[in-house]
């Protein structure tokens, strides 16, 4: 078992920024990649990013390239998401996640935290 709590959500206006942090706890988070999620009303959730522990693997998406940023800290075992440019449509629960190396699927998820970004 692996425990993600994310904190650090909030309200922001358009062209904020905010940061997201994650802390892991549970299982050797040596065999885990971590990432950040975001749900919005209506739509399929969407993976943003993911690191993998020795930090060499780094996935952004598409849709937030040159917003969004991803970190890592092994020694405090958190994975921060760094947004900029915050837009209304980045409206969202965000989530944090952990799959272990090779899978497909993440495998545990954090509870979730709420970002809205006003117009």
């Known amino acids: 078992q692996v425990r993600l709590v994310e904190s650090g959500g909030g309200l922001v206006q358009a062209g904020g920024s905010l940061r997201l942090s994650c802390a892991a706890s549970?299982?050797?988070?040596?065999?885990?990649?971590l990432g950040w999620a975001r749900q919005a009303p209506g739509k399929e959730r969407e993976v943003l990013a993911a690191v993998t522990w020795d930090l060499r693997g780094t996935y952004v998406a598409d849709t937030v390239k040159g917003r969004f940023t991803i970190s890592r800290d092994n020694a405090k075992n958190t994975v921060d998401l760094q947004m900029y440019s915050l837009k209304p449509e980045d409206t969202a629960v965000y989530y944090c996640?952990?799959?272990?190396?090779?899978?497909?699927?993440?495998?545990?998820w954090g509870q979730g935290i709420q970002v809205t970004v006003s117009s």
């Open positions: 996640a952990a799959k272990f190396r090779g899978n497909r699927d993440y495998d545990f």
């Open positions: 549970g299982r050797t988070l040596s065999n885990y990649v």
